[in-house]
């Protein structure tokens, strides 16, 4: 090696001289399209959740509606607003509820906004007000409201056109494009209604034991916030809920939080292929250029630079495919943000560059932690090969190569999760199941290779290719099997998403009974329930009890604070923070089962002495508390405080679309405070009692159940197709890691090929062995991608939906056939070139490895 070549100028030369050659090598250009598809599958995720964090951060003052905003089930005293006023904070007062509206004979339920004339506190509103859309920074004026234009549609009104609301109606002047404080969840689902304060007493909706959110938004500057922090959290501890935008950064619905989750796995699976296929291409890489190594030592080659040589040219690969990479994630995250567009309550900022630089961090990983190990090879070869052919450096261990591998892709896990645990779990799971999918793999193979040596003993064509082609996968049977675990994997993954975006939700709901509820009824007070009741009677619907309903905060359990009683992780428990519906009932409701203690005496309404009562709690927020039977729980119920000892706990059916309750009291406790009713029933479609209903009723509010679960669906259906859009990339990883398996047998496959034409094989029997070699590796990749997504579904079934598992008999029949299409056809065509070599070509490679 001259003394320009030792230099760091000449190794930067000598490698990239080296990598313009080598791109001509169908192993390196398997690394490259690894190391791209890892990146754009990386980047693509990166870009969108990168873009949706800084979105949500930039504009969490405008989704909240203000900086500090405070919630509770009662308006707001002046005392509090007078210091909030003086700590320099600007107050608006918002009011939330959900109601029916109705025009004629038309009936839809609408989430009710009712703003003052501080609105908004942030943003404008993009409104229609009859000369086209426009942006204000106010709501509707008194004795007018502003509908969204599929309420809207739904009514069949237009602007100037009037709307029942309670008990009181009102002239649409708006229709609503978007505001700024808009929310995602339930709240969401139904169409919005934007009226003003002043108009809220007239419709008759508040009253006792109402269904009502009270929201005091506060906007100010840093400073102002900081003054009232003692306060906030003074506030905090007497029940009222807080949300800062420092801390509590809104986020988007729980279906599109999961989501990200589950985006992110899936770039992972197709960062883990393509780590497969970089290991895979990087042995036919290593063997290529341990002649060339050896040359090198010969010229005075140290191993060090050695070392520093293929790095380099390594580097340069990596980078020149992040770069690809990172194009194709720009292109993609586009494309995944227009199919969830529709559910995101904000605009998104442009990329930044963060993601880039996570990708590049990926492919540089990816290379170091899958190829590491097999390039240690180039550094311990001898001179004396350039002599002795033989005298290859031993290839690394196969568990030397999959623990490093581990190591490297447990921290990308760690790195794009952020969850040490759950990277940490995940790694040991995938470990374990790698051993034992690898068995079950290596029977699976056999069992299919016998199978078809058996039914290969004819003499036809066919028989004999299917004979030979069986032959040769088991001949290179451990390079099948992890083939066939890769492919595996991917095809299972695209099974579970089949069956997550249809099966699972049709199996759910047709496990429902046929009068399942279909409408929820709220807001019934005393005097209106036996005419309620008898208007459903005489409509023939199906209903649940009716359930009186007491609103009330838990304050303390076993007279201690609830903070400093319920374990860490359930501090910031929902329960904790809200007013929770609390019922009373003799017996035990409907769907309901006592799985520890007893039910109420007969005479448990008698007060006793200590002025504690019996109460009833679910199991799971017991478990949730850290509470049992004997344990006490202290509400405040309508400025007053009840203390109920835990004498009972009830397994609730949460999917019985029926009321069910945290807490449950014995008669004559709770009927001294104001209270409402609720129920839910079942009515056919085309039923006009619902109609009856509220034209009898209009303060009554009444929650379609089927228009949630269609919002559910269809919010479900989005992300399926983003997730499908993802995976899209999963399955073109997989695609490399066969590319990536022919590279790297591309010797042996040459060579095959050409003994079978010196013994008389044309080029159409070669072309069947090698298509019946491809299509049985797929068969039994799609076997084994079966049961994959046989155990997986069960395990969603079980332990998330709680329902029976079942067999899928026809991914049984999909996944085999459509694997052994698959990769028989790409297989086929990517070994053209193996079968147009020559003969003397292919049998002069038969020194090489």
Known sequence: MSHGARGGGGLLRLSLKGLRRDLRASDVRALFVALALAVAASTMIGFFLDRLDRGLTRQAGQLVGGDIKLEQGKPFDSDLRRQLEEAGLTLADQVDLVSMASRDASFQPASLKVVDGAYPLYGKVRVDLGGGIEEVAHGPSPGSIWIAPRLAQLLDVGIGESVQVGQSRFPVSGLIEREPDQSAGFGSFNPRLMMHLDDLEATGLVRPGSRVEYELLAKGPPQAVARVEDLLARLERQGVEIEDVREDRPQLGNALERAEKYLSLAGLAAVLLAG???????????????????????????????????????????????????????????????????????????????????????????????????????????????????????????????????????????????DFMLSLGLLLGGLAALVVLWTLGWLLLGAVLRLAGRFGNGAGGAAQALRLGARQLARRRQASLGQLLAFAVTFAAMAIITLVRGDLLTTWQAQLPEDTPNYFAINIQPDERDGFTDILNAGDASRSALYPMVRGRIVAINDQSPEDVVPPESRGDNALRRELNLTWKEEVPTGNRVVKGSWFASDAAASPADGTVPISMEDGLAERFGVDLGDTLTFSIGGADITGEITSLRNLDWDSFRPNFYIVFPPEVLERFGHSYITAFHVEDGSDVPGKLVSAYPGVSLINVEAILGRVRELLSQVTRAVEFVLAFVLLAGVSVLYAALTASHTLRTHESGLLRVFGAGGRLISRIQGVEFALLGFTSGLMGALLAELAAAGVYIGWLDLAPRIHWPMWLVLPLGGALLIGLIGHALSRGVRRQTPMASLGLLGEA
């Not at 560059?353 to 590491?372: D, H, N, Q, R």
């Not at 002795?388 to 760690?414: H, I, K, N």
């Open 276 to 418: 497969v296929a970089v290991a895979m291409a990087t042995r036919r890489y290593v063997d290529r250029h341990l002649d060339t190594a050896a040359l090198l030592r010969c010229f005075g080659a140290s191993q060090r630079q050695l070392t520093q040589l293929f790095a380099l040219q390594l580097l340069w690969l990596a980078l020149s495919a992040s770069i690809i990479g990172a194009l194709l994630g720009l292109a993609g995250q586009a494309g995944l943000l227009a199919l969830l567009t529709r559910f995101l309550p904000l605009e998104l900022p442009p990329p930044g560059i963060l993601p880039l630089l996570l990708g590049i961090l990926t492919a540089l990983a990816v290379l170091v932690g899958f190829a590491g190990p097999t390039l240690l090879r180039l550094k311990q070869v001898s001179a004396l090969k350039v002599l002795r052919r033989e005298l290859d450096p031993l290839p690394a261990s196969a568990w030397l190569v999959v623990g490093v591998a581990s190591l490297v892709f447990g921290g990308l896990l760690w790195l794009y999760s952020g």
